[in-house]
């Protein structure tokens, strides 16, 4: 039977198990592979396996009950290993790499910020501030405009949102970056100018919030920022 894998933890970390249910109806009991100097979180992978909400939550529940006690790699929901033993040879091959992940996650959680700008007031300050922007875009509202203008227009805004999105994401990594040990971008998504990880030592945690909301006071009301964490650390196993 495939092996549904949790996370991998420190073969010192506590490991309370008992008040927890693994993933499947009825619920999988855990158990631990251990190898390589660490021990993997596992169970039974129950047959036709979903992201059902119930699946979901238990896998949430088991990693933060262990990210509570020490240092953890979470896993994704779904990962499987062939067997117990597949998964006690890789983590035979790989315990180094592991231990060394582990020491570097010891103490960290990860917080994940999505900022975005205002679509309308970033639109009128590019108008403002640029004369051919302003000139083409007065022809397209009258109508006087030809397709060139048309295609020229659409050109040349989306150069100066590209622009401004950029030099936005880059200025507040800039101020929250010194807050954290480590920070992973991943893609912006429609609207939003940034959507970065940050691993945070725990213990200046409250000082990396206050940062977030320092940096978004500064921005002003036509930004938003959305803080979500404290996490497990998936951007950076």
């Known amino acids: ?8 933890t420190t073969t010192d970390h ?3 198990l008992a008040d927890l249910q693994g993933v499947g109806e009825p ?5 631990t592979v251990r190898a390589g ?7 039974d992978a129950p047959e036709g396996l979903r992201a059902k909400r119930r699946d979901v939550l238990a896998h949430e529940a088991v990693l933060e009950s262990l990210m509570a006690d020490g240092a953890t790699l979470p896993m994704r929901f779904g990962l499987l ?9 890789v983590l035979e ?19 994940n910020l999505k900022a975005a700008r205002d679509e309308q007031d970033l639109l009128l300050e590019i108008v403002s501030e640029s004369d051919r922007i302003r000139e083409l875009n007065e022809r397209t509202r009258t109508g006087s405009a030809g397709q060139d203008d048309r295609i020229a227009l659409g050109e040349l805004v989306a150069g100066q949102v590209a622009e401004r999105h950029d030099e936005q994401a880059r200025e507040t990594l800039e101020k929250l970056r010194p807050a954290a040990a480590r920070v992973a971008r991943a893609e912006p998504g429609t609207g939003h100018f940034l959507n970065a990880s940050f691993l945070v030592p725990a213990e200046t945690a409250d000082e990396f919030v206050k940062a977030v909301r320092e940096e978004a006071d500064r921005r002003g009301e036509a930004y938003t920022f959305t803080l979500t964490g404290p996490l497990p650390p998936y951007s950076f196993v």
């Open 1 to 8: 039977m495939p092996t549904y894998i949790y996370a991998i």
């Open 14 to 16: 506590p490991l309370s």
């Open 27 to 31: 619920a999988t009991p855990l158990r």
């Open 37 to 43: 100097g660490v021990a993997a979180v596992v169970s």
């Open 81 to 89: 290993g062939p067997d117990d033993d597949q998964v006690a040879r």
């Open 93 to 111: 091959q790989e315990g180094a790499a592991y231990r060394s992940r582990l020491a570097e996650l010891a103490g960290h959680a990860e917080f």
